[in-house]
């Protein structure tokens, strides 16, 4: 009987030690793959033909101060995509690109020891560029508007997570990335 209460008091102690752990304060990065749709708006512009959904990079790092609060900061490549339109029966062609930084707070729900869901909320500073190749002309436009993303995190193990969310980088725009972003990835928590 002794052995068996000291056997469950040891076990008790285990599993808040390895709680205590899992809401300790700790720092994470992480990479993923973005997906992201591109668009080309203009006055009287017709045909209008943008490359579709193109995967790009993102690169992000955080702290989390607990298992519920935490807070990120990341960058997404959106990459180059190509236009081509008509004006006035004139038809041109054009190339658009551009990235966007995010720092956000971020509030994570454990479902269970390996699932939880989140939101994070906060600001992106966006740069959507396009060089229209028979106008020689350039545009440049940069915001710093509200960012947002809801997401899923799956742990593997104690220190990596597989990660699934949508983001939204402010409004949509002219010309470049639109404000919607599909983001699959992992994170290392130190």
Not at 8 to 29: E, F, G, H, N, W
Not at 38 to 50: C, L
């Amino acid at each position: 009987m002794k052995k068996l209460i000291v056997a469950l008091i040891a076990s008790a102690a285990a599993m808040s030690a390895a709680q205590a752990q899992t809401t300790a304060p700790r720092a994470y990065v992480g990479a993923g793959v973005a997906s992201v749709d591109h668009e080309f708006k203009a006055a009287g512009a017709t045909n209008v033909d943008v490359e579709g959904y193109k995967a790009s990079g993102k690169i992000f790092g955080g702290y989390e101060f607990n298992q519920n609060w935490g807070v990120e900061a990341g960058y997404t490549d959106f990459r180059k995509a190509d236009v081509s339109y008509s004006i006035g029966g004139v038809n041109n062609r054009g190339e658009t690109d551009g990235h966007a930084f995010y720092l956000a707070g971020k509030a994570t729900l454990p479902v269970n020891e390996q699932f939880s869901v989140y939101g994070k909320l906060g600001a992106a500073r966006t740069k959507s560029e396009l060089e229209l190749i028979n106008a020689s002309q350039n545009m440049s436009r940069s915001k710093t508007e509200a960012y947002g993303a809801l997401g899923a995190e799956y742990k593997l193990n104690q220190n990596v997570s597989l990660v699934g969310e949508y983001e939204r980088y402010g409004k949509s725009k002219d010309f470049g990335a639109k404000a919607d972003v599909l983001t699959i990835g992992a994170k290392y928590a130190f």
